[in-house]
């Protein structure tokens, strides 16, 4: 027999998961603002707003699997 989930603790893991891509992105990209006032550049942003982006997507690809995996076994 499964074992229901509450739906206190559903909604709490989902919401969590529409966090990650843009805490992972606005990470990457305050990173960035901050290495260029440190060193007088303009393109460090870029670099990491990029680098935030990827990041929050495989963060969100992980979580997913687990979650996926989780449910089904």
Do not use: C, H, N, W
């Amino acid at each position: 027999m499964a074992r229901r989930e509450d739906p206190f603790a559903s909604v709490a893991r989902y919401t969590g998961l529409a966090f990650l891509l843009p805490a992972g992105t606005i990470v990457g990209y305050i990173i960035g603002v901050l290495l260029d006032r440190a060193f007088g550049t303009s393109f460090l942003r870029v670099v990491f707003l990029v680098l935030g982006i990827v990041a929050g997507f495989l963060a969100l690809f992980r979580e997913l699997d687990r979650q996926t995996k989780r449910d089904g076994s």
